[in-house]
């Protein structure tokens, strides 16, 4: 278990600096607009995937007491 945790924490850490440095050398080379447009647009496109994958929602009917 405890390997399995460090293994997640390791990538999470490296996840973590190898983003920082893409965003850092976006804006290095073009500015802000693309790194706030890509994370205002991340959660529409989230959105629209739970949508397609998950299909449509429906209503869970309530037992009969």
Do not use: K, N
Not at 2 to 29: K, N, W
Not at 31 to 50: D, E, Q, R
Request: aromatic share 14%; net charge positive; glycine share 12%.
């Amino acid at each position: 278990m405890g390997s399995a945790v460090g293994v997640t924490l390791m990538a999470a850490s490296l996840g973590g600096a190898i983003f920082t440095f893409a965003v850092g050398q976006v804006v290095d080379r073009v500015g802000y607009a693309p790194v706030f447009w890509t994370a205002g647009s991340l959660a529409m496109i989230a959105c629209l995937a739970l949508f397609f994958w998950l299909g449509p929602v429906r209503r869970i009917p309530e037992p009969a007491y």
